[in-house]
């Protein structure tokens, strides 16, 4: 069960990895990243929580950080912001 979830982070995570280029590049605040947005429909809750269906719908601390970096990495600032406050309260 715990490799299905990681599974779907890895998913959200290694397209973007191999698609980072050698310069920096700017990323325009309205770019749409589906993978991020599956992932985030499937396991983000509206008040930020990231629950793991395949785990008795738990939350642990590992999925609130890749969800945090997913956001920031897609430039979704509203649900950086409610992930991070959940994870903070």
Not at 37 to 61: C, K, P, Y
Not at 76 to 85: K, P, S, V
């Amino acid at each position: 069960m715990k490799r299905l979830f990681a599974a779907a982070l890895l998913s959200v995570c290694w397209p973007a990895l191999a698609a980072i280029p050698a310069a920096p590049v700017s990323i325009p605040a309205d770019a749409i990243w589906p993978a991020w947005q599956n992932f985030a429909e499937a396991f983000v809750q509206d008040d930020g929580r990231v629950v793991d269906w395949t785990a008795d719908a738990r939350t642990v601390s590992e999925g609130q950080g890749y969800a945090l970096f997913f956001a920031l990495v897609a430039n979704d600032r509203a649900r950086f912001e409610r992930i991070l406050a959940w994870t903070e309260s």
